[in-house]
């Protein structure tokens, strides 16, 4: 069995911040699981992610979408995602600051990475 390779994306709310196109451009087809960090507003992720998902095509591919958040859950952003992608998009997790590194390899245990 090949091993997947991973990487890890994370992406903030300006577009001065980031070239989505060059990023994609470097994704290429190294990886096979995706993981896209980014704040969430009111249930949703900045117009930079979906830039950047739209800039690459995600076919075949694993995206793992994790986000920060005060309150605002993230079950809208991750249903976006799978629209704008036609990927696999797996369970995200929203970080509000009060996650320990035991909860957090709880939930990378159950992604099934390997």
Not at 69 to 92: F, H, P, Q, W
Request: proline fraction near 3%.
């Amino acid at each position: 069995m090949r091993k997947k390779k991973l990487a890890i994306i994370t992406l903030g709310c300006s577009k001065n911040l980031v070239d989505s196109e060059d990023i994609a451009t470097r994704l290429s087809d190294k990886y096979d699981i995706v993981f896209v960090g980014f704040p969430v507003w009111w249930g949703r992720e900045p117009s930079i992610v979906d830039t950047f998902l739209d800039a690459y095509d995600f076919n075949g591919k694993k995206i793992i979408p994790f986000c920060t958040s005060g309150g605002s859950g993230m079950e809208g952003a991750s249903e976006r995602i799978a629209e704008l992608t036609k990927a696999s998009v797996d369970r995200g997790l929203r970080l509000g600051g009060d996650y320990s590194e035991e909860e957090l390899k709880l939930w990378t245990d159950g992604l099934e990475l390997l």
